[in-house]
């Protein structure tokens, strides 16, 4: 394996965020995720608080446990037992197959800046990766995409119901979800690895009860030997822990959707557009009934349903959230709130949708008296086979070429060098003119003997089927010469930057490991990334 760097200018918020201009980073607490000495402010600053660490290690070890995870991970959870130790967390909503190659480049992110800062500051420094499983937009999560008839295909697996209820709480039977897995590997091509990792996986779903089960046991056995600790936010027994936070986000509601909106309207001030829609009287705390999460606004008798058909009294709210925390849920807005009290977080690990909605968040957090951790924007890869690079040398292309500009230009520059020779006007001019000619001999044969018109006729035919046979011919030299070449700038496209988006937004790991092998992930720990905002490109 090989790695290169590039620039990629695909976010502005992102790029100034990483830059240190001093318009973005102003809606942040710590300005510089990359300096030593923001990280030394902020373990002093989690000094003064005070988390519900055994409480959490209980929940860590006992979740942990039942998805299979490693004996580091067990360790590493009972580091968080010690009032030093910090964490460093990343989250996604839980993907089938892991969902997109981001996520796996969350994993790592959160695994390497961990062991990062824990050589820095000399404590116990965990990585921790937030599953969201109070989200229950089941549409982006229940697919995957294979590439097929060079595009990218959607692989869905039918929801078991309709009720929006979370992705934890959405159950699942195996039995409809093993043809789905089938039909995916398929879908990837058979290799010397498919039928191992089929059987793998297939064992792994029939321990799995849930989406969130599946992705969580997924993800613990490929980063088994880096401890990396999983937690579910939509888990009951979580939620347990949760009860006098939640309150205190019902008591302060009005405060919390004030200063959301106060630096909302800031963010606009400077040049950009919401990051999170602004709804009037939203509590930014969904609720569950009959199984149903709802989402909650503030009304005139304490809070309801947009549609007005659920309504609750605060007083009646807050007792639920001290008796039945578990019918709770986060909105964006709180749900980096909620981490902050449940979790020493010395910087969260972010995309670039994430930075740029946390940028509205400062504000909330001071409602508080609490900063935002440091945000670290999460490692960004593109992964090249060997397949894919032989194409880019014989195209005199390069990965940044691609990335950047596309192969469009690059397909038209080619096919006006290679443009191949016309053979179809000149076959239908010789066939013309063949058959002129050839009617002097059929006149000839008339003449000699009328019974010859039929055998004159039908060599004619003949002689017309073997222009048409070395017309064949030629056509497959020329597809052979220019439309497979052709074909060939839309492939590496297809791999690279699939449907005009980065490959990590749409490509699933399972698809590279099938054709590498099961070591890829850990090829790609290997390296110590650096968090400079630069693209990583890794030639397997």
Not at 12 to 24: A, I, K
Not at 332 to 360: C, D, H, K, N
Not at 392 to 401: E, F, G, H, I, P
């Amino acid at each position: 394996m090989r790695l290169e760097e590039m620039q990629l200018h695909t976010s502005p918020f992102l790029e100034r965020y990483s830059n240190g201009d001093s318009e973005v980073v102003r809606f942040f607490d710590y300005k510089a995720h990359h300096d030593k000495h923001e990280w030394t402010k902020r373990q002093q600053e989690l000094k003064r608080y005070s988390f519900p660490r055994q409480g959490l290690t209980n929940y860590l070890s006992s979740y942990n446990d039942k998805i299979g995870s490693s004996s580091k991970t067990l360790d590493h959870i009972q580091k968080l037992n010690s009032p030093e130790s910090l964490a460093v967390v990343g989250g996604q909503q839980a993907g089938l197959l892991t969902g997109p190659l981001l996520v796996i480049y969350k994993c790592i992110s959160t695994i390497q800046l961990a062991k990062q800062a824990q050589k820095e500051l000399n404590v116990p420094v965990v990585p921790i990766f937030w599953i969201a499983g109070e989200d229950h937009d089941m549409d982006e999560i229940n697919h995957v995409m294979v590439p097929k008839n060079n595009t990218a295909k959607k692989i869905s697996l039918k929801a078991a119901s309709s009720v929006k209820s979370s992705a934890s709480m959405w159950g699942w039977n195996k039995e409809d979800v093993k043809p789905w897995l089938k039909e995916v590997f398929r879908a990837f091509g058979e290799t010397a690895y498919t039928s191992d990792f089929l059987a793998e996986t297939e064992r792994i779903l029939e321990k799995s009860d849930s989406i969130v089960t599946f992705f969580a046991q997924l993800l613990s056995k490929w980063f088994a030997d880096e401890g990396l600790i999983l937690l579910d936010s939509g888990d009951p027994e979580f939620k347990k822990l949760q009860s006098h936070i939640l309150k205190d986000m019902i008591i302060k509601n009005r405060d919390i959707d004030g200063a959301f909106i106060s630096q909302t309207n800031e963010l606009n001030k400077s040049g950009y557009r919401d990051p999170i829609e602004i709804q009037k009287n939203n509590a930014h705390l969904f609720y569950t009934k009959d199984n149903e999460r709802i989402l909650l606004y503030r009304s005139e008798d304490g809070f309801s349903s947009k549609e007005n058909d659920f309504s609750i009294s605060e007083a009646e709210l807050l007792e639920e959230a001290v008796n039945h925390p578990e019918k709770f849920s986060n909105n964006v807005v709180t749900r980096p709130l909620m981490q902050e009290f449940m979790l020493p977080v010395l910087s969260f690990v972010a995309g670039p949708g994430e930075i740029a909605y946390w940028a509205v968040l400062g504000k909330v957090f001071h409602q508080f008296n609490r900063k935002m951790p440091i945000l670290t924007p999460r490692l960004s890869f593109t992964l090249v086979t060997n397949r894919i690079l032989e194409l880019m040398n014989s195209k005199k292309l390069t990965v940044k070429q691609v990335l950047e500009n596309g192969t469009d230009d690059f397909k038209r520059e080619w096919f006006a060098s290679n443009r191949p020779i016309e053979t179809n006007e000149s076959i239908e001019s010789v066939k013309a003119e063949f058959t002129f000619s050839y009617g002097k001999l059929l006149k000839l044969a008339e003449e000699i003997d009328s019974k010859l018109l039929p055998v004159a006729d039908h060599n004619l035919k003949r002689i017309l089927s073997e222009i048409d046979y070395i017309e064949q011919k030629m056509e497959q030299r020329v597809r052979k010469k220019v439309k497979e070449p052709l074909a060939e700038f839309d492939e590496i496209m297809l791999q690279l930057k699939p449907t005009g988006i980065l490959q990590e937004r749409i490509w699933n790991i399972y698809q590279f490991t099938n054709e590498i092998g099961p070591q890829l992930i850990k090829q790609l720990l290997q390296y110590p990334y650096e968090f400079n905002g630069k693209h990583k490109i890794i030639y397997l």
